[in-house]
């Protein structure tokens, strides 16, 4: 009984060997094709980094020009942004902070 047993747990260990070496005998990719695959995606993350870059220097010129036209055209108007956003901020930080904390609650 102990024999054919054993037996039996032998060819299934035989058999899950065969598999593995099957899955192991895939095929890796040549160095010169994981350079090629390097090289492509370093220049893709150089167009999206100056992508994102421009698109940043564009708002933020948006956003600055906004700011000067405010205080030229209409010092009352600058004054009251600015007043705003004294009292505007803290309640953004407050729910960006408390959003924060449950998210990293979720995650841990």
């Not at 039996?8 to 058999?15: A, H, M």
């Not at 020009?65 to 803290?90: D, H, K």
Request: contains cysteine.
């Amino acid at each position: 009984m102990k024999r054919s047993n054993d037996q039996e747990n032998i060819q299934k260990l035989q058999q899950d060997w065969a598999q593995l070496d099957k899955l192991g005998d895939c095929s890796s990719n040549s160095v010169m094709e994981i350079k090629d695959h390097l090289t492509a995606f370093q220049n893709n993350q150089k167009k999206k980094f100056y992508k994102e870059t421009a698109i940043f220097l564009i708002t933020a010129v948006i956003i600055l020009s906004t700011f000067i036209m405010s205080i030229i055209q209409a010092p009352v108007l600058f004054i009251a942004i600015q007043v705003g956003a004294i009292f505007l901020a803290p309640i953004v930080f407050f729910i960006l902070s408390k959003r924060q904390k449950r998210e990293g609650m979720v995650f841990k």
